[in-house]
């Protein structure tokens, strides 16, 4: 059985800091394609980080670059988003998905993913 599972979220202050992983279990993540996104209550969900399986080219959306670093251990079968610097912005449910990838092409957008995770909840507030 295909399955992503996230962990690593809850509540944190802002200008702190969480590790959101993402574990594959049923399939092999070393052939796909990642990405993580995230989706605020009444808001588009939105990409925020991918990363690639072939060369290890990452993505970030502009409101988290210089934040956000997304990495993967194949080995772990796992994909990893640290993120430092949370903003009270940054709140959302976040959600990691995959995507078989035969090119060096790195999607973006979610429409072009396969398989999803439920989500883990990031809550940056004081």
């Known amino acids: 059985q295909v399955q992503l599972v996230e962990s690593g979220g809850g509540l944190v202050q802002p200008g702190g800091s969480l590790r959101l992983s993402c574990t594959a279990s049923?399939?092999?993540?070393?052939?796909?394609?990642i990405g993580w996104f995230r989706q605020a209550p009444g808001k588009e969900r939105q990409v925020v980080s991918c990363?690639?399986?072939?060369?290890?080219?990452?993505y970030h959306r502009n409101s988290v670059k210089g934040r956000f670093t997304i990495s993967r251990d194949n080995a772990k079968n796992t994909v990893y988003l640290q993120m430092d610097s949370l903003k009270p912005e940054d709140t959302a449910l976040y959600f990691c998905?995959?995507?078989?990838?035969?090119?060096?092409?790195?999607?973006?957008?979610?429409?072009?993913?396969?398989?999803w995770g439920q989500g883990t909840q990031v809550t940056v507030s004081s």
């Open positions: 998905a995959a995507k078989i990838q035969s090119s060096d092409y790195l999607p973006t957008d979610r429409y072009e993913y396969q398989y």
């Open positions: 049923g399939f092999t993540l070393a052939s796909y394609a």
């Open positions: 990363i690639s399986s072939r060369d290890g080219t990452t």
